[in-house]
């Protein structure tokens, strides 16, 4: 079975400047989908990032980032520019097939990320 | 946009009291599934459905039960509610196929068990 650990059970970091989460996953698979969750005070569940395993190039989306090492199986999320509204419980997840045409997901025990103003 | 819908938002049970707990989706979406999350241990797989009438077993099926009669609904039974069942409940959906991985998520139900 597929396994997502996330090392950090919590990190900090100033206002304006930039923190790494990471994550690293444990597959046979060739093909995978890699993604970063956040979830706000709110409870809500909130997509932030999606990386494909096929692609070398690293996802984007504005000021999150990611470092994807297939080889070492790691995935990590960069966070750029920090801002108040970042702070949240961070969860990496890997998208595993589970058989006969049908996938799940598979999530880390997530990262209390603070953002100090 | 009412996205996905869970019911109710807050529960208290006795230990051994049953209830249902209601999913609801308006996306057509064909992949339905039941996680719970607790304090340190992330979000756990209950059970899972990809299609009406279809369903399967996930990370922590013990205690519970689902059933997807209607595609646009998934529900989630505890038949005799126990204090280890204390826990936030999320419900979400997702496309079948390439656009899968991106889960649309309910607000989850705060369930405990005394």
């Known amino acids: 079975a597929q396994t997502v650990t996330q090392s950090q059970p919590e990190m900090s970091v100033q206002e304006a400047e930039t923190v790494t989460l990471s994550c690293t996953y444990d597959?046979?698979?060739?093909?995978?989908?890699l993604f970063w969750y956040k979830q706000p005070p709110s409870r809500q569940m909130i997509l932030v990032i999606r990386q494909e395993a096929y692609k070398q190039q690293n996802a984007t989306e504005n000021r999150f980032s990611v470092n994807f090492q297939k080889a070492a199986k790691s995935f990590s999320l960069k966070i750029s520019d920090s801002q108040l509204g970042d702070a949240a419980m961070y969860f990496c997840a890997y998208r595993s097939y589970s058989g006969a045409g049908s996938y799940q997901l598979t999530f880390g025990k997530g990262t209390k990320l603070s953002v100090i103003p | 946009n009412a996205g996905v819908t869970q019911t109710p938002k807050f529960r208290v049970l006795k230990t051994g009291q049953s209830m249902t707990l209601l999913c609801a989706q308006d996306m057509n979406h064909e992949y339905m599934y039941w996680y719970r999350q607790d304090p340190g241990m992330g979000l756990r797989l209950i059970h899972y459905?990809?299609?009406?009438?279809?369903?399967a077993k996930g990370e922590v099926p013990d205690g519970y039960n689902v059933s997807r009669l209607k595609k646009q609904n998934f529900l989630l039974g505890l038949e005799s509610a126990a204090p280890s069942q204390t826990s936030v409940y999320f419900c979400?959906?997702?496309?079948?196929?390439?656009?899968?991985?991106?889960?649309?998520f309910g607000s989850g139900t705060q369930l405990s068990v005394l």
């Open positions: 459905s990809v299609g009406e009438g279809t369903t």
């Open positions: 597959t046979s698979e060739s093909d995978y989908y």
């Open positions: 979400a959906s997702s496309h079948f196929g390439p656009l899968f991985g991106k889960l649309f």
